[in-house]
């Protein structure tokens, strides 16, 4: 069992920046592949990106990938999503998510309970 605990939400005008911070609880964090997802108010949960065992991180869409960062500290068991310039419709509750094969992180075996980010105009 991983149990993954996310911090880092709030409120944020456009334009602005929030860096989320998700840790794990288990010391084998190193060998997971990590994503990150978001659901807005209405919509379906929707896959924001993820990153490797060896750091290697990639996007869902165009809309975040010249925007937003996923990156990891094994060291710390942590992964972090930096997001930059961000707008209205990026308001969601965001979530970690973790699975222990790179190709099935779409469909996560772990979740953390989410954190709201909410992004006002």
């Known amino acids: 069992q991983v149990q993954l605990v996310e911090s880092g939400g709030g409120l944020v005008q456009a334009g602005g920046s929030l860096r989320l911070s998700c840790a794990a609880s288990?010391?084998?964090?190193?060998?997971?592949?990590m994503g990150w997802f978001r659901q807005a108010p209405g919509k379906e949960r929707e896959f924001v990106g993820a990153?490797?065992?060896?750091?290697?991180?990639?996007y869902n869409t165009d809309s975040v990938k010249d925007r937003f960062t996923i990156s990891r500290d094994n060291a710390k068991d942590t992964i972090y999503l930096q997001m930059n310039n961000l707008k209205p419709e990026d308001t969601a509750v965001y979530y970690c998510?973790?699975?222990?094969?790179?190709?099935?992180?779409?469909?996560?075996?772990?979740w953390g309970q989410g954190t709201q980010v909410t992004v006002s105009s």
């Open positions: 998510a973790a699975h222990s094969s790179w190709s099935d992180i779409r469909t996560p075996a772990y």
């Open positions: 990153i490797s065992t060896n750091g290697i991180s990639t």
């Open positions: 288990r010391p084998t964090f190193r060998t997971y592949t």
